[in-house]
């Protein structure tokens, strides 16, 4: 599926570093080796796996730069491939001469994702470890990095390879019943139906883990909204643990939306701090256009948090807030408690229509723990199945679905009492869907989708 030639790439990410790394894959790894690197002492052979001390060289024989070199040895190599791999300092000037000198001498430059393709192709990593890893290089957060290390790791393909073996012994169940049905050799319907019942609710239940993983892999959006003067810049800053937003006694001071990353128990967000809405209009053009913005930025929120000043009575810009809130995921954040209060929290929660309620002082640093919790209770209201595993990636959630549908077909022929031939059918569908995941049934068309997605050298 690809040409038996060497590719070679940058691997480490562009800037200054300490290190950077030009790393080869393919027949010729050995031989630039030779042609490119000088050990110190005497040398005739390459040890697999062993670093070397010596010089990057120039054609006339001249130093580029002085550093390592390894040569890991198929198949005991990321990409199943001769691998090599020049450890230099990590100057771009540096690493992009480097790596010209090796293309002259017989590679040619990666394609992106290229390294993990061959891996794949070369039986190392099956689909999902191998899409694995670009969330690894992408990951967030700290629970965002674990959960695709787990991946990586092959406990999804393993889940996903015990659900395909119990569907393969039905599968062989009904194959017995066809290929001997003249000899009234029958399996009894109610182990075909409880071992189909047993595959069912497995898939249902990495299914049901997808909320948690999509914006465990994607992150969320939450968008802080509120009339002016609420505490609304004051709880970003709280949940960031720094003033990023200007905070000031005057109402309309936020004029546009502020964004900033932040790790929301193990979730990574987008938090939007936007300009207070006023329900009769700004006079100031400049604040109507932050307010018109505010608009836009609720309308492409996962969660918006409503708040409120608990020290205050409600009023017709809080109420034209709630109402336009209603039918929205939100919650409802009472600030100022540090203040004597005035609002009470089932009012605020009705105005909501039941959107939980959570009261803090931005101010004083209180309450944001369990807002944080209530952030992520509703950003993920699935999770994990029993051990752990979520589904993070929207083609393994619809090779999913489409492998449960076929199994609920047949499953209800089984029920019905249809003819096993019939079931047998809708039992491999149900097979052949779980097997695109992990690429045992795959074309090219899928892994160019997945590796152009990939950073060069990766």
């Given amino acids: 599926m690809y040409a038996d030639d060497t590719i070679a790439a940058i691997a480490t990410a562009p800037g200054q570093s300490g290190i950077g790394v030009v790393r080869l894959s393919g027949p010729l790894s050995t031989s630039i080796a030779d042609q490119t690197f000088l050990r110190n002492g005497n040398h005739t052979t390459w040890d697999s796996h062993r670093l070397y001390v010596g010089s990057v060289l120039r054609a006339d024989g001249t130093a580029i730069d002085h550093g390592l070199a390894v040569v890991m040895r198929r198949p005991r190599s990321y990409t199943g491939e001769d691998v090599l791999e020049l450890h230099c300092h990590g100057s771009p000037v540096i690493l992009r001469e480097v790596l010209s000198h090796v293309l002259q001498r017989g590679a040619r430059l990666a394609q992106p994702g290229e390294f993990t393709k ?19 290089v992408r990951a967030r957060t700290g629970a965002a990095a674990a959960s695709a290390t787990r991946q990586l790791g092959g406990e999804l393909s393993a889940y996903l390879d015990r659900i395909r073996e119990q569907l393969l012994h039905l599968k062989a169940l009904l194959e017995v019943q066809i290929d001997f049905s003249d000899e009234d050799i029958t399996i009894g319907a109610n182990e075909l139906l409880v071992l189909s019942e047993q595959c069912l609710g497995a898939m249902q239940r990495l299914l049901l883990s997808y909320q948690h993983g999509k914006v465990l892999r994607d992150g969320a959006r939450v968008v802080i909204v509120g009339k ?93 807030l709630a109402e336009a809130l209603r039918e929205r995921a939100a919650i409802a954040v009472l600030n100022k408690i540090d203040l004597p209060q005035t609002l009470a929290t089932k009012a605020i929660s009705d105005l909501l229509n039941g959107a939980p309620v959570v009261r803090v002082s931005a101010k004083a640093l209180q309450g944001l723990a369990e807002l944080r919790r209530t952030i992520a209770a509703r950003l993920t209201s699935s999770t994990p199945v029993d051990d752990g595993i979520v589904v993070t990636n929207v083609r393994h959630h619809d090779a999913l679905m489409k492998a449960l549908n076929s199994l609920q077909l047949a499953h209800a022929s089984m029920r019905d009492g249809r003819p096993a031939d019939i079931v047998a059918v809708d039992v491999q569908d149900s097979m052949d869907r779980l097997a695109e995941i992990t690429g045992l049934v795959t074309n090219e068309d899928v892994l160019d989708k997945i590796f152009r997605d990939f950073c060069i050298g990766k």
């Fill in 118 to 136: 061959r891996a794949f192709l070369n039986g190392r990593l099956d689909l999902t470890q191998a899409e694995a890893v670009i969330d690894a």
């Fill in 228 to 320: 002016p003067n609420v505490g609304k810049s004051s709880l970003l800053n709280a949940l960031l643990g720094e003033d990023r937003a200007i905070v000031t006694p005057i109402a309309g001071t936020t004029r546009d939306t502020i964004e900033e990353a932040v790790d929301v128990d193990g979730l990574p967000v987008i938090l939007t701090d936007t300009a207070g809405l006023r329900d009769d209009g700004s006079p100031d053009p400049v604040e109507d256009l932050g307010i018109k913005r505010t608009a836009s930025m609720i309308d492409a929120a996962d969660l918006l948090l409503a708040v409120f000043d608990a020290s205050s009575t409600l009023d017709s810009a809080d109420r034209a």
